[in-house]
């Protein structure tokens, strides 16, 4: 899967990764979802978060996991 929504800028939010150039880090959706377990009340509360960009944050989160964990082995 082609991760388009998540971006890196350097000028923006000190090169995080982030969704779709919004000021908000992959990171902060992570710890939004562990705040809200209701999905629904975190897209009320941020409008501007998609579903996809939910589902592309962690995919994104895996995937550094797995490169994290595979090159420690």
Sequence with gaps: ???DRITSNPN???GQ???R???LTFRRVIELLAT????EELLQEFPE???EDIQQ??????SYLSDRYSCES
């Design 17 to 19: 990764p982030s969704i």
């Design 1 to 3: 899967m082609k991760l």
């Design 49 to 51: 978060l998609e579903d």
């Design 36 to 39: 809200y377990p209701n999905r």
């Design 57 to 62: 944050a962690l995919i994104f989160a895996s």
């Design 21 to 23: 150039n919004l000021r």
């Design 12 to 14: 923006r939010m000190n």
